[in-house]
């Protein structure tokens, strides 16, 4: 092989390459469906030129007849008058139209055969280029799906790098040092400040005060025993003993145990009712 053939060979392959690469189906399929558009296009004018044909040779034809009609009532009248020789003229000019009236209907029916082809061949290219229509927006879906796709699994092969989760887990751990020098922080200003202590007592009184609560609903409930009256000494003592002022806690930890009482009896109650419902069902 010369050195201009394989010179040749090699400039051929990489404008195929080049225009392989460069090619987008999307824009070609729409560039095809406009192409065969523009060929319908030209295929109706086609059409509609040979139409026009068709019925200008119907038009010739009947006004031959309608010539060869009007020789013939003029040889008629030329007999009428006597005058034979002037009806063998009018016959002859009547013979002349016959025969070309004869030769546009043989043309006219060869146009309409020929234009009845040329429409079932519109209709099927119109057809052809309907599904071409339909299978570009079907192409044009599987590679937008295709290419979104693709766009996923290089996210996912991006995201297989541990060095972003790396620095995540790095980023974690800093903010758990972070968070325990924060603790560390607030325990050290209580034991300087002297709030372990207030915070251990306010820790027993509320333990305590949810014992007595808890204690106060099972009276009410009958699941304890009821509570032990005071001696009589105490209970004068306690009336002449100035008014103690219920706080604003005490206040509403009795509320909440009304409430709570309220809705236990009322689901008893519900209970009950639905027990009876299913009984008089049976």
Do not use: C
């Amino acid at each position: 092989m010369g050195i201009f053939s394989r010179l040749a060979q090699l400039i051929k392959s990489n404008l195929n390459d080049l225009i392989s690469k460069s090619e987008d189906p999307e824009k070609m399929l729409n560039q095809l469906v406009l192409d065969m558009n523009n060929q319908l296009v030209e295929a109706k004018k086609q059409v509609a030129s040979a139409i026009a044909d068709e019925k200008r040779l119907a038009k010739q034809g009947e006004q031959e007849t309608a010539n060869a009609t009007e020789w013939e009532r003029r040889a008629m009248m030329a007999l009428r008058a006597g005058n034979e020789e002037l009806a063998k003229e009018a016959l002859a000019r009547k013979k002349e139209h016959d025969t070309l009236a004869a030769t546009f209907q043989d043309q006219w029916q060869k146009q309409k055969t020929s234009v009845d082809q040329l429409k079932r061949s519109l209709r099927a290219l119109n057809d052809k280029i309907e599904e071409a229509k339909r299978k570009k927006n079907i192409l044009i879906a599987r590679k937008k799906r295709a290419e979104a796709q693709k766009s996923i699994q290089e996210t996912m092969h991006g995201l297989k790098d541990q060095s972003a989760f790396e620095t995540f887990d790095r980023m974690a751990g800093k903010i758990d040092q972070l968070e325990a020098e924060a603790e560390a922080g607030a325990e050290i200003a209580e034991e300087y400040t002297g709030d372990t202590l207030a915070s251990k007592f306010a820790g027993l009184e509320q333990t305590a005060s949810g014992e007595d609560d808890l204690l106060a609903l099972k009276r009410k409930m009958g699941l304890a025993p009821a509570e032990t009256p005071k001696p009589v000494e105490t209970v004068q003592k306690r009336v002449e003993a100035p008014p103690v002022t219920e706080t604003e806690s005490e206040a509403t930890t009795r509320s909440e145990q009304e409430e709570l009482a309220a809705a236990l009896e009322e689901l008893e109650a519900e209970e009950r009712a639905a027990g009876d419902q299913r009984k008089a069902s049976r």
